[in-house]
C-alpha cells in the first residue's frame, strides 16, 4: 500500500498568537514550529498500515524551506521519503491544487490528512484534494481499517457516526481515535537525515483568497468572584445579568 | 444572481443551526438585493419546508430521491453544485458542521469559489469588497478574508448568528438532478447514533469536567448538572486521554472549538490549550479549588472552592430556580 500523507507546519500549541506588520502577518518571533497535531495522528496510521514492508508513506507539505525541520520530524517518526513542494500556502485551494497534481500520476492508495491545521483551521484539505483527483473524502475520520483494497472507515457526523465502506483510493482527515501519535526514536531521527526529500516547483492555482487583516480576541472583562456558599447568586446572575438561562 | 442556503436537517426536521443560516443568507440577500434560495436534501415534510420562509427564504428546493437516503459528500455536493449553476447563485451558504466540512471544499473547487470556512459574522460588502470574519489559531485569533472570485462560498460556525424573522411567502419547488454513478462508490453500512442528547458543537449550554474531579466516578456531578440545565457536557484532553470520558467530549486546540452561550468549567485549570476552543463562549463560569488557576482570568464569573462541595450546591440551586419559572 503506498500512503501520501500530508504534513502541515504550525506553531506549538503553547504559542501565545500576535500579529506585526500592521495586524496583516503572524509573528514568527521566537514562535517554536511542529507537526500539526491531527497530522501526526495521520502518519502514525500511515506508518501502521505499511510498517513490516507493507508499503511505503510519502510525506508531502507546501511550504519554503523553512518547514523542513517538521518534514525532517515526520521523517524520523517513521516516513519512508518526503517531497516539498515550494511555496508559502497562500491559502488551503492552492494548497490542495498543488498537493493533488503531485499525487495524481503516482498511483497513492491512501491520502491522509488531519482533520485541520490548528492554526488556519480551515478543514479544507482533505476535501479539496479529493474533489480535485475526483475520488471519494471524508473529512473527520475516527478509525480507518482495510481488508484488502476495502475500507472500513468511521466518519464523525452530527450526533455520533457512519460506518462507511469504500475502495481506494480515497482521502480522509484523521481525527483522534484513528492511531496514537508517534515520537522518533535515535534510530528514526539518525536515518531521517539521509531520506530522500525532494523539492518541487509549485503550480499556479489562479484562484486565492486574502487574508487582509488578524486581530487578537478582547480580553474579558474582570472575572465576577461568588462566594462558594452563595452559589444561588451565580444562577440569579446567570438569569438576569448574563441571560443565558 | 441569487444566494442559496444549503439547509440539513435530521429525520426530516430543521435544527436550530440549520435556521441560523437561513437568517444569515437572507441578511446577505438583502444586502445584495437579491433572492434567497433554500436547499434542502432527503425526505422533508411541505410543512416543513414551508416553514423555511419565516426566516426569509422565498424559494425552498427538495430533492428526495432514495439514492440521496445516505448522505454522500460526492453526491450531495454534486447535487448542491448542480442547483448553484441552475439558480446562477453568487454566494452560497452552508453550516460549519460535520457535514459542511465535507461538502463546502468539493463545492468550492467545482464552482472556483472562494471560500471561507467557519465565519463568525456577515460580511462586509463595500465598494465591491466582499470580507468575511473568521476564528484563526483555533480561537488565539480573527482573521479577516477577502474573497475575490465572482461566486462565493461561505461556512458558518453554529450558535454564531441569531435567528430573525422576515417572513416571506415561500414556494416550493421540487426537482430531480441528474447523479453521477461515480459519486457513489462510498457506502454507508451504518449509523451509530451517540445518544439523543444535543451533540456537543450545537449546544447552547455546556457543562465541562477536567482533571480535578478525580476519576469517573465522580462524572455523576457533571452529568446532573447538565441535566438540570438541559446542557451537553465536555471534558479536558487529560480527562478523554484517560479514558474517563469518550473523545468526542473534549474540547480545546486539538479538539472541538464551541462556541455556546454559557459554558461552566469545573476543576480545569485553563491551560492554553484548552482556552483556544471555548474562548469564543458568550458567558464562562469557572469553578475551581485554587483561586490561582489560569481559567479565572478568562471568566466572567467564578466561584473558588471545592467542586465536591460546591456543584451539588448549584444543581439543588438550579433546580429551585427552574421550578419556580
Ligand atoms: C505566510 C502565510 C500567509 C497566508 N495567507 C493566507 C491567505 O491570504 N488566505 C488564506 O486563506 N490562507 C492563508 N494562509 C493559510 C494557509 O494557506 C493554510 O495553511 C492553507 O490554507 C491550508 O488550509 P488550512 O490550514 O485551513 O488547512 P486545513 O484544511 O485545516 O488542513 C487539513 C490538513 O491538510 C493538510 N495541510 C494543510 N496545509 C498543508 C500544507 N501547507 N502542506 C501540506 N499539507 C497541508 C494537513 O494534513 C492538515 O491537517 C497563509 C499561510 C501562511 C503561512
Ligand atoms: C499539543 C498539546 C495539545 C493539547 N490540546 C489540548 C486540548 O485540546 N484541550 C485540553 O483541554 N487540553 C489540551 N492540552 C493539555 C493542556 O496543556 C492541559 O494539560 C490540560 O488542559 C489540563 O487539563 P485539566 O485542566 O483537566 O487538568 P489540570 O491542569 O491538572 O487541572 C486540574 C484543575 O482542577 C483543580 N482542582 C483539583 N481538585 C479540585 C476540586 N476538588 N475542586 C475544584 N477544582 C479542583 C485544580 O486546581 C486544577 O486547576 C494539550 C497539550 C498539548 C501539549
Known amino acids: 500500500m503506498k500512503v501520501l500523507v500530508c504534513v502541515s507546519n504550525v506553531p506549538d500549541t503553547t504559542t501565545k498568537v500576535t500579529f506585526t506588520n500592521d495586524n496583516m502577518e503572524f509573528n514568527t518571533a521566537g514562535v517554536q514550529f511542529i507537526i500539526n497535531p491531527y497530522d501526526e495522528i495521520a502518519l502514525a496510521r500511515a506508518i501502521e498500515l505499511t510498517e513490516g514492508g507493507k508499503g511505503t508513506v510519502t510525506i508531502v507539505n507546501v ?4 518547514t523542513e525541520p517538521t518534514i525532517r520530524k515526520a521523517l524520523a517518526i517513521g516516513a519512508d521519503d518526503a517531497v516539498r513542494i515550494d511555496a508559502t500556502p497562500s491559502d488551503a485551494y492552492f494548497v490542495s491544487y498543488n498537493i493533488a497534481e503531485y499525487a495524481r500520476d503516482k498511483n497513492f492508495d491512501l491520502i491522509l490528512t488531519g482533520r485541520e491545521s490548528i492554526d488556519y483551521n480551515g478543514a479544507q484539505v482533505a476535501a479539496m484534494v479529493g474533489e480535485f483527483l475526483d475520488i471519494p473524502s471524508f473529512s473527520i475520520i475516527k478509525k480507518v481499517e482495510f481488508d484488502g483494497s476495502i475500507a472500513t472507515v468511521d466518519r464523525e457526523v452530527e450526533g455520533g457516526k457512519e460506518i462507511i465502506n469504500v475502495s481506494t483510493p480515497f482521502v480522509a482527515g484523521c481525527a483522534e481515535g484513528v492511531a496514537a501519535a508517534r515520537i522518533p526514536n535515535m534510530r528514526g531521527i539518525m536515518s531521517a537525515r539521509t531520506k530522500r526529500l525532494e523539492v518541487i516547483a509549485a503550480l499556479e492555482s489562479g484562484q486565492s483568497t486574502r487574508i487582509i487583516k488578524y486581530e487578537v480576541p478582547p480580553q474579558r472583562s474582570t472575572v465576577k468572584i461568588i462566594p462558594a456558599d452563595e452559589v444561588g447568586k451565580l444562577v440569579e446572575l446567570l438569569h438576569s445579568e448574563a441571560k443565558v438561562i | 444572481m441569487s444566494v442559496l442556503v444549503y439547509v440539513e436537517h435530521a429525520e426530516g426536521n430543521f435544527k436550530k443551526s440549520a435556521l441560523e443560516i437561513v437568517s444569515y ?25 414551508t416553514a423555511l420562509g419565516k426566516y426569509g427564504a422565498e424559494k425552498v428546493l427538495n430533492v428526495s430521491d432514495k439514492k440521496l437516503d445516505n448522505f454522500v459528500n460526492e453526491a450531495y455536493s454534486f447535487v448542491i453544485a448542480d442547483t448553484a449553476k441552475q439558480e446562477a447563485a453568487n454566494v452560497i451558504v452552508l453550516s460549519n458542521t460535520f457535514s459542511g466540512k465535507g461538502l463546502a471544499p468539493r463545492l468550492a473547487v467545482k464552482l472556483k469559489a472562494d471560500f471561507v470556512s467557519g465565519a463568525i459574522e456577515l460580511p462586509d460588502i463595500q465598494n465591491e469588497k466582499f470580507v468575511v470574519k473568521k476564528t484563526t489559531f483555533s480561537g488565539k485569533a480573527f482573521a479577516y478574508v477577502e474573497l475575490l472570485s465572482s461566486i462565493k462560498l ?17 414556494k416550493i419547488v421540487k426537482i430531480s438532478p441528474e447523479f453521477r454513478d461515480s459519486d457513489f462508490r462510498a457506502t454507508v453500512k451504518q449509523v451509530v447514533r451517540s445518544n439523543d442528547k444535543t451533540p456537543l458543537p450545537e449546544a447552547e449550554l455546556v457543562v465541562s469536567g477536567g482533571r480535578g474531579l478525580k476519576g469517573p466516578e465522580n462524572w455523576h456531578l457533571i452529568e446532573d448538572l447538565a441535566d438540570a440545565l438541559g446542557a451537553a457536557t465536555a471534558c479536558s484532553k487529560p480527562v478523554s486521554d484517560a479514558d474517563w470520558r469518550p473523545h468526542e467530549e473534549h474540547v ?63 444543581i439543588e440551586s438550579i433546580k429551585e430556580f427552574k421550578a419556580q419559572k
Open chain 2, 252 to 314: 480545546g486546540q486539538t479538539g472541538i472549538s464551541i462556541s455556546p452561550n454559557l459554558y461552566i468549567a469545573i476543576g480545569i485549570s485553563g491551560a492554553i490549550q484548552h482556552l483556544a476552543g471555548v474562548s469564543s463562549s458568550k458567558t464562562i463560569v469557572v469553578i475551581n479549588k485554587d483561586p490561582e488557576a489560569p481559567f479565572f482570568k478568562a471568566a466572567d464569573y467564578g466561584i473558588v472552592g471545592d467542586a465536591f462541595e460546591v456543584v451539588p450546591k448549584l
Open chain 2, 25 to 49: 443568507s437572507k441578511a446577505i440577500a438583502d444586502q445584495l438585493k437579491t433572492n434567497l434560495i433554500a436547499l434542502a436534501i432527503g425526505n422533508v415534510s411541505d410543512e416543513n419546508l
Open chain 1, 63 to 66: 511550504g519554503k524551506a523553512d
Open chain 2, 154 to 170: 461561505i461556512t458558518l460556525t453554529i450558535n454564531s448568528y441569531q435567528l430573525i424573522e422576515s417572513a416571506v411567502s415561500s
